[in-house]
């Protein structure tokens, strides 16, 4: 059975620092990895996906990658109480596509 | 582009009885998976289609749950009995292709409360 572990968390941070939300995931064949948002009572929404070694950076979210570790992270930089949600880590193997519980990120203002 | 549709959004059923939920992906994503979200808990997922092909439905308890997609495009979910652990959001998402590194997007989801 392919694993997908994060903390659950909750994961407190003051509004303007930075969240660090990590994933491992047991599969090392997997392919591309993708983090998640999902707000109390709605569906998951894509923020990044990311496919080889190192960072990527979107507005205020990077994604980092290392697949020697079998290890992805997101960091939000200036943290938002709209922050403030689950986010899930989902990894791809081949056919795949397999969710982790999620990080619970609160956002203090 | 319109997104992943679902309906119903709710539905409250008593254990035994039976409940169907419907999907339509995203217009061209061969792709449909069928998640079953339990509050606190991330997404499990029940059964993947490529077309109207199932690819994998190793997670579906197959005594109680069913599920198609005719035609290759829209999909239905069916729970006959229901149980009382069948309390859940169930979630459709599509992409456009199963391997990869496509990305798969949601539908809103359908909550089911069974009493």
């Known amino acids: 059975q392919k694993e997908v572990e994060q903390n659950s968390g909750p994961l407190s941070v003051p509004e303007g620092a930075i969240a660090s939300l990590n994933c491992t995931y047991s599969?090392?064949?997997?392919?591309?990895f993708f983090w998640y948002r999902q707000y109390s009572g709605k569906s998951p929404e894509l923020i990044m996906s990311i496919y080889s070694n190192g960072d990527k950076e979107d507005g205020r979210f990077t994604a980092q990658l290392n697949k020697a570790s079998q290890y992805v992270s997101l960091l939000i930089r200036d943290s938002q109480p709209s922050d403030s949600a689950t986010y899930l880590c989902?990894?791809?193997?081949?056919?795949?596509?397999?969710f982790g519980p999620g990080t619970r990120l609160s956002v203090l203002p | 582009e319109a997104g992943v549709a679902q309906s119903p959004r709710y539905k409250i059923i008593e254990k035994r009885q039976s409940v169907a939920f419907w999907c339509n992906p995203i217009s061209g994503h061969a792709t449909l998976y069928w998640y079953q979200q339990i509050l606190g808990q991330g997404p499990k997922l029940l059964i993947q289609f490529q077309n109207n092909g199932v690819v994998d439905d190793s997670q579906l308890p197959k005594d109680r749950f069913s599920a198609e997609r005719l035609k290759g495009v829209d999909s239905t979910l069916k729970i006959q009995p229901a149980k009382l652990e069948d309390s859940a959001v169930y979630l459709c998402?599509?992409?456009?292709?199963?391997?990869?590194?496509?990305?798969?997007?949601f539908g809103q989801g359908t909550r089911l409360t069974v009493v």
């Open positions: 989902a990894v791809r193997h081949g056919q795949n596509f397999v």
């Open positions: 599969d090392r064949g997997s392919q591309s």
């Open positions: 998402a599509s992409s456009l292709e199963g391997g990869g590194y496509t990305e798969a997007f």
